[in-house]
């Protein structure tokens, strides 16, 4: 049984940094797809980043380039999101995500989902 925990959630101003972490456990093949999307209320779900573990290629949303860096820990089965220069418009629900196809990241399509961590930015 796959899960995915989220957790580094939380409210900070304007400019400043967080970084997201999601613990998996039950994925046992090593290679697969791990996403972050993030929702903000009345808004689509939103790709930030998507990282096709066990083969080095890392893809982000427009919006987070340059500020957001997806990196993963294989030995804790950890994904990260550093989050720089953060502005009220990433105020969202940040999710994690994962599948083994690369419908996850492209069409937003995975079959595994976390609960979800809430980043607020205050202006």
């Known amino acids: 049984q796959v899960q995915l925990v989220e957790s580094g959630g939380d409210s900070v101003q304007a400019g400043g940094s967080l970084r997201l972490s999601c613990v998996a456990s039950?994925?046992?093949?090593?290679?697969?797809?791990m996403a972050w999307f993030r929702q903000a209320p009345g808004k689509e779900r939103e790709g930030v980043a998507g990282?096709?573990?066990?083969?080095?290629?890392?893809y982000y949303g427009d919006s987070v380039k340059g500020r957001f860096t997806a990196s993963q820990d294989n030995a804790k089965s950890t994904l990260y999101l550093e989050m720089n220069s953060l502005t009220s418009e990433d105020t969202a629900m940040y999710y994690c995500?994962?599948?083994?196809?690369?419908?996850?990241?492209?069409?937003?399509?995975?079959?595994?989902w976390g609960q979800g961590t809430q980043v607020t930015v205050s202006s």
């Open positions: 995500a994962a599948d083994f196809s690369s419908h996850c990241w492209v069409y937003r399509d995975c079959y595994y």
């Open positions: 039950g994925l046992t093949y090593n290679r697969y797809w």
């Open positions: 990282i096709y573990v066990g083969g080095g290629v890392t």
